[in-house]
């Protein structure tokens, strides 16, 4: 029978029922390259495997986008799993966390990872994609499915399924060897043709394709500050013997996570206090300029250093870089016309470095207040004037760009990066995305304090990510010191919140298919009560009920 699909909302074409998506596209021509990686069907994403069976609006869904670059490492990743498995049977591979444009991958069972190995791995590697080995995707009952993962050796992966409330499991095989993936893969390892790897520290980096460099590997920088929070996290996951969203699970279940929740905050709060202890040491620190990509609890993180530099005998003042925009008719415009209020041009530079140097000289200042109903700046009537000891935080997304600190004395100005850096995993080979948390977060402080959908939220969220990779990502390497804000018990707790809002979602939304799987995402937490949660968390500046006025 034949049926009608509407293409990328433009081009009709005629299909037959029961034609896999991967014909349709060989259909359109749109395969030489293999970049599309699945398609959405109706607002809801599916494998190119998939069958068409009714009439349809269909998306691609292509590796120049966040859904392609999830397919794509999580399909690259089971290509390395499946070649390290045939170098080394007995090994055991840990999917850690990104680095330099990768991800960061230990090797279980190894005396060492040398470099005879490495040309063993990735020859074989090579040979698996040549032979584009489909990778196959069955559903089976969930006891089933448990049962092979614990046959298989791979508990982690069993003891996450047992929490699932659902009736099957999708388990995938890639030449014998099963595996256990959240999201869908690539259909064979033909499709996986850019990647490389390097050896690093203890493990090894799959370097892989990004969103702002899709068809080739660009090898970023190893940071070892991301590098040591990182390893800091796993050292901490380790003593809390809280290695993955299973074992999470048992300390909810068994009703132990209060004191679970305490030990989380009271680590976070302690890494606050080696802060402020570094900052008070350095004794000419005037300025501290903090920065972070979206939700990252920048605002919460700001107060609660200031209550540990008062600790410390310090007398810190908060500055807002809000209150420097330029006037709306100076401000820059972007390629469309509007007013681009990310830019750091829309902001008064000059100012503002005038401003942090008369503070650093001890000098008075007059304050300005940005007004965004007018769009106008104009001074607020407060004058700061410093005193021994005073400090100035500033916050902003901006905070760590040169442009802001370059004309300022050596030595007097100290920078934090502030973000959810890591999570505690799902299994070791499915690492949980920061920008999960961010999103997540964001989501639900948006439909608590500004009135927005989370359909409206996710929506928004791609120009939200591009802005940040332009102001944001670039100057990371410029902190003195990084601070992960993610709590490894916060998806548990997200999740009753935020569950509600993307059930809202409809299906006839573009937001569907991302709310689907956030959905999937939050099914494999049991659930934390809001009212865990410390008022003076950070996690509280998107949940409210904050101790801590906004």
Same mark, same amino acid.
């Given at each position: 029978?034949?049926?009608?699909?509407?293409?990328?909302?433009?081009?009709? +074409?005629?299909?037959?029922?029961?034609?896999?998506?991967?014909?349709?596209?060989?259909?359109?021509?749109?395969?030489?390259?293999?970049?599309?990686?699945?398609?959405?069907?109706?607002?809801?994403?599916?494998?190119?495997?998939?069958?068409?069976?009714?009439?349809?609006?269909?998306?691609?869904?292509?590796?120049?986008?966040?859904?392609? +670059?999830?397919?794509?490492?999580?399909?690259?990743?089971?290509?390395?799993?499946?070649?390290?498995?045939?170098?080394?049977?007995?090994?055991?591979?840990?999917?850690?966390?990104?680095?330099?444009?990768?991800?960061?991958?230990?090797?279980?069972?190894?005396?060492?990872?040398?470099?005879?190995?490495?040309?063993?791995?990735?020859?074989?590697?090579?040979?698996?994609?040549?032979?584009?080995?489909?990778?196959?995707?069955?559903?089976?009952?969930?006891?089933?499915? +448990?049962?092979?993962?614990?046959?298989? $050796?791979?508990?982690?992966?069993?003891?996450?399924?047992?929490?699932?409330?659902?009736?099957?499991?999708?388990?995938?095989?890639?030449?014998?060897?099963?595996?256990?993936?959240?999201?869908?893969?690539?259909?064979?390892?033909?499709?996986?043709?850019?990647?490389?790897?390097?050896?690093?520290?203890?493990?090894?980096?799959?370097?892989?394709? /990004?969103?702002?460099?899709?068809?080739?590997?660009?090898?970023?920088?190893?940071?070892?500050?991301?590098?040591?929070?990182?390893?800091?996290?796993?050292?901490?996951?380790?003593?809390?013997?809280?290695?993955?969203?299973?074992?999470?699970?048992?300390?909810?279940?068994?009703?132990?996570?209060?004191?679970?929740?305490?030990? #989380?905050?009271?680590?976070?709060?302690?890494?606050?206090?080696?802060?402020?202890?570094?900052?008070?040491?350095?004794?000419?620190?005037?300025?501290?300029?903090?920065?972070?990509? /979206?939700?990252? $609890?920048?605002?919460?993180?700001?107060?609660?250093?200031?209550?540990?530099?008062?600790?410390?005998?310090?007398?810190?003042?908060?500055?807002?870089?809000?209150?420097?925009?330029?006037?709306?008719?100076?401000?820059?415009?972007?390629?469309? $016309?509007?007013?681009?209020?990310?830019?750091?041009?829309?902001?008064?530079?000059?100012?503002?470095?005038?401003?942090?140097?008369?503070?650093?000289?001890?000098?008075?200042? #007059?304050?300005?207040?940005?007004?965004?109903?007018?769009?106008?700046?104009?001074?607020?009537?407060?004058?700061?004037?410093?005193?021994?000891?005073?400090?100035?935080?500033?916050?902003?997304?901006?905070?760590?760009?040169?442009?802001?600190? /370059?004309?300022?004395?050596? $030595?007097?100005?100290?920078?934090?990066?502030?973000?959810?850096?890591?999570?505690?995993?799902?299994?070791?080979?499915?690492?949980?995305?920061?920008?999960?948390?961010?999103?997540?977060?964001?989501?639900?402080?948006?439909?608590?304090?500004?009135?927005?959908?989370?359909?409206?939220?996710? #929506?928004?969220?791609?120009?939200?990510?591009?802005?940040?990779?332009?102001?944001?990502?670039?100057?990371?390497?410029?902190?003195?010191?990084?601070?992960?804000?993610?709590?490894?018990?916060?998806?548990?707790?997200?999740?009753?919140?935020?569950?509600?809002?993307?059930?809202?979602?409809?299906?006839?939304?573009?937001?569907?298919?991302?709310?689907?799987?956030?959905?999937?995402?939050?099914?494999?937490?049991?659930?934390?009560?809001?009212?865990?949660?410390?008022?003076?968390?950070?996690?509280?500046?998107?949940?409210?009920?904050? /101790?801590?006025?906004?």
């Amino acid at each position: 029978m034949p049926l009608k699909l509407t293409i990328e909302d433009s081009r009709e +074409i005629d299909a037959e029922a029961g034609a896999p998506l991967l014909d349709v596209l060989k259909g359109l021509g749109m395969n030489r390259n293999r970049t599309v990686l699945a398609a959405f069907v109706n607002n809801r994403m599916f494998e190119l495997t998939r069958k068409v069976e009714s009439d349809a609006k269909v998306r691609f869904v292509e590796i120049d986008s966040l859904d392609g +670059i999830r397919i794509y490492q999580r399909s690259a990743s089971f290509l390395l799993i499946k070649a390290v498995g045939d170098i080394d049977p007995d090994a055991k591979i840990n999917i850690l966390h990104p680095i330099a444009n990768g991800l960061y991958i230990e090797i279980k069972g190894r005396d060492s990872i040398d470099e005879e190995f490495m040309k063993k791995l990735e020859k074989r590697m090579w040979e698996i994609v040549n032979a584009d080995l489909p990778f196959v995707r069955e559903e089976v009952p969930l006891d089933k499915a +448990i049962k092979i993962f614990n046959d298989a $050796g791979k508990e982690d992966k069993a003891r996450l399924m047992s929490f699932r409330n659902v009736t099957h499991a999708s388990i995938y095989t890639l030449d014998g060897m099963i595996n256990y993936f959240y999201g869908y893969l690539a259909p064979s390892t033909g499709y996986v043709r850019k990647f490389s790897i390097t050896r690093y520290d203890k493990g090894l980096i799959l370097h892989l394709p /990004s969103i702002s460099h899709p068809h080739k590997i660009i090898t970023g920088r190893k940071s070892k500050k991301f590098y040591k929070v990182f390893q800091e996290t796993l050292k901490w996951r380790k003593i809390l013997e809280v290695e993955d969203v299973g074992m999470l699970n048992n300390v909810i279940r068994d009703k132990r996570y209060q004191e679970f929740v305490h030990i #989380a905050e009271a680590f976070q709060e302690k890494k606050l206090g080696q802060i402020a202890d570094t900052i008070a040491a350095k004794k000419g620190i005037k300025v501290i300029l903090l920065s972070g990509p /979206s939700a990252s $609890g920048k605002t919460t993180f700001t107060k609660r250093l200031a209550i540990q530099l008062r600790i410390n005998g310090l007398k810190p003042f908060q500055i807002s870089m809000d209150d420097y925009f330029l006037d709306r008719d100076k401000t820059p415009k972007n390629a469309k $016309g509007d007013h681009d209020f990310e830019s750091p041009h829309a902001i008064d530079i000059d100012m503002m470095q005038a401003n942090l140097r008369q503070i650093i000289d001890g000098k008075p200042v #007059a304050l300005p207040k940005y007004d965004f109903k007018t769009g106008k700046n104009a001074m607020s009537g407060k004058v700061f004037t410093p005193q021994e000891g005073s400090v100035v935080l500033v916050e902003g997304i901006h905070g760590l760009n040169p442009l802001f600190s /370059s004309q300022l004395p050596k $030595g007097s100005v100290f920078k934090i990066y502030v973000s959810p850096l890591t999570e505690v995993p799902l299994d070791s080979h499915n690492r949980i995305p920061t920008t999960d948390t961010r999103l997540l977060r964001r989501m639900i402080r948006d439909f608590q304090f500004r009135n927005y959908s989370a359909t409206e939220t996710i #929506a928004r969220w791609p120009s939200v990510r591009e802005g940040e990779s332009h102001h944001v990502f670039p100057y990371q390497e410029e902190a003195d010191v990084f601070f992960n804000t993610a709590l490894i018990y916060e998806f548990a707790t997200l999740k009753t919140v935020a569950e509600p809002l993307l059930k809202a979602v409809t299906p006839d939304s573009k937001s569907y298919g991302e709310a689907v799987r956030l959905l999937k995402f939050l099914s494999y937490f049991l659930p934390i009560p809001v009212e865990a949660v410390p008022r003076h968390s950070l996690l509280r500046e998107f949940l409210g009920g904050s /101790s801590f006025e906004y």
